[in-house]
């Protein structure tokens, strides 16, 4: 929660105790029937920020299934695997990724064609702006996540992410490819929401499962957007190929042999940032 500007610090109350008004962001709103844990104020930037730790106990359900997740910068891509059956879903989260490269032109701009304090304020201002926007993006499409989540009674898995960092290993441009999603912070919101539902994340390793064919079990080289076996000759989507592997690292998780034509159409979401 930030300190809004206009607060009278230098009024002092009785026992030394101040009291500042401020406003709850939108995203926080549910906190406010939460039991407040702790608070401490922080310093960021030269902006003074309050923290606060809200509480809440959350029932554990009884899951059905499991739910592979893998964060890409255009989409998450979902791999529902239940005893009775496997679905597929894509989210589109394009447009965080269409926002980022579009900011990214214009702090090039400014960088050239303003100096000194202009400068900083200006890239200042754009930075708070872009992030606002793409998390706004990252929020709505955790939030249908976490949905999916509590309607299929899944247990949402994710790649342990350091491993993320470790595997993809580019020149400069890729580096900053790269970082226009904050892959954690993804897996956090996803995780946070779908425990409100009773689901309790789970994390695998991130070995071969961009590499490793559904069908027949071989080791493939990712090569573009197809994920395609050199030895069964099965084709489909890089993505769904890894949300599947992903689910079925969890040791709970026993599913049905699968039919290669299963992974031909996911259902696609598109998460937008207005409206
Ligand atoms: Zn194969």
Redesign the pocket.
Known sequence: MKVPSGCTFHQSTHKGHIEIPFKVHEHAEKFRDWKVKGSRLVKMEGEYYIHVTFRKIFEAKDPEGVLGIDVNERSIDLAVVKPEKVKFIKVDISEAKYIRDRYFKKRRSIQSNTSGSKRARLLSKYSGREKRRINAILHKASKIISEIVNEEKVIPVMERLINIREKIRYGRVMNRRLHSIPFRKVQEYISYKSMEYGFEREFVKAKNTSKK?P????INKPNGHVFK?K????QADRHIVAAWNIAVKLPMCRPLPLAAKAFNEPLIIEVRGKG
């Open positions: 064919c069908i027949c079990g071989e076996c030895k069964c000759g099965f």
